[in-house]
């Protein structure tokens, strides 16, 4: 019987931390005006430069991630979708949006069905 109401607390005390109710922040649209231009870059050199690509320019934010080298700072993270002929590509890139939308990281991934 102890050994149920001590699990009973443990796990309404984890329940009740105060990460377990906050949501995630989304990022900021600040670096929208460079998604288009970054992921055309993007998807260019990763399909060899076909000209038959477009970039959608819907774009999407997703939650900001930390700096996993400063815990203080986070990235924004803006996602939107490319196009080659049959070829569809999801492109996420990562901004610090602080310092000029300075281009952090890059993501690509290609939707197919094997």
């Keep these: 019987m102890k050994y149920i109401i001590g699990l009973i607390v443990i796990s309404y005390a984890t329940l009740c ?6 949501a ?6 600040e670096c929208k005006k460079n998604v288009v231009s970054d992921a055309k870059k993007l998807l260019s ?3 060899n430069h076909d000209d038959r690509m477009e970039i959608d320019d819907n774009i999407k934010p997703l939650p900001k991630i930390k700096n996993p080298q400063n815990r203080a700072q986070e990235f924004d993270v803006l ?4 196009y080659i002929y049959k ?10 949006s602080s310092i000029d939308c ?4 890059e993501d ?3 939707y197919a069905s094997l």
């Design 79 to 82: 996602e939107t979708w490319g």
């Design 24 to 29: 995630e922040k989304t990022s900021s649209m």
């Design 108 to 110: 690509i991934l290609e």
């Design 45 to 47: 050199f990763y399909r």
């Design 17 to 22: 931390t105060p990460t377990a109710f906050s």
């Design 87 to 96: 070829g569809k590509y999801r492109i996420r890139l990562t901004y610090y």
């Design 102 to 105: 300075t281009l952090m990281g």
